[in-house]
């Protein structure tokens, strides 16, 4: 029996494929990473993918090891970096829970949808874009669905706040009654002592946080920054509490890394508001996290 086989064409599907494996992963465990880390582990998976096409003669035994053993663990590492073998056993499992779910989303659209009459008459391709799109759509919104209502008791985890070059760990409380939301991102807002904030930030950048809170409070009448300059930029977000409401200054930090004691959870590009007086009377706690942060 004569088999032809495309080699570009394998690796690429299977790499496409695979990078929307890989970035689920990333969203369903809460794993730090970039486009790199995640292209060179779906590239792994796309050549593995291309060993076992140009040898479909291979043991069945073989083929496990190498897609569903190997090449899984080696993506993980590549797009996560070093992990514990704890961490491991758990990032392979989900990754192939993920991709048994994928592929059975995969067949039951192509079976019981038009979809299957696109496929056959414009090719796979096409079809193949439309479904992974599809289910990446309905992936995200289920991970956001279970967020969303998941009950987190209060609790104080350690917390890793990064900017630019400068990082700082503190302590901060769980509070599910934080509904604070960026109105420009939509993205759940954080809340930090200034002390510790201070910690984080420049002189330059401490001096355009004070003109900023001076504009808040009407000491200055024009914007203290240019929305047009590639600078550091500020933003006000507005917040009601019982008895009180007004604006809250808040800047973006570029990772806030929870540790929950059993595995650490990134957030990249948080919005954090900067909160004058102490958050805590014995200093317990230094930082409130918002609920959709883990």
Known sequence: MYLEVYPD?????????????????????K???SVLRMSLAAALGAISAVIIALYPWMNQIFKFIIMYVFASIIMILLAFGKLSTSDIIKQWIVLNLIT??????????????????????????????ITVSLITIITLFGIW??????????????????????KIRTKGL??????????I??????????NMMDNLLTDKIKEEMDKAKKYLNGEISE????????????????????GKSGMLLTIRLDKVIIYTGYESICNEKVTVAICDNK???????????????L
């Open 100 to 129: 048994y779910f994928v592929g059975g989303l995969m067949n039951s659209i192509y079976y019981h949808t038009s979809l299957r009459a696109l496929s056959i008459n414009k090719g796979g391709l096409m079809y193949l874009l």
């Open 185 to 194: 991102h939509r993205s759940p807002v954080m809340v930090i002592e200034k």
């Open 31 to 33: 794993k730090q990473s």
């Open 279 to 293: 958050l805590a009377d014995k200093s317990d706690y230094h930082v409130i996290l918002h609920k959709e942060l």
């Open 9 to 29: 064409v394998v690796f690429l599907i299977n790499f496409f494929i695979d990078l929307i494996l890989i970035y689920l992963l990333k969203k369903v465990n």
């Open 145 to 166: 669905f279970l967020r969303l209502y998941q009950v987190h008791r209060p609790l104080i985890y350690d917390v890793e706040l990064l900017l630019n070059d400068r």
């Open 223 to 242: 914007m203290p920054w240019d929305y047009a300059d590639d600078g550091f930029r500020f933003n006000f977000i507005p917040y009601r509490s019982v």
């Open 174 to 183: 769980m509070d599910t009654g934080n509904c604070l939301y960026d109105p």
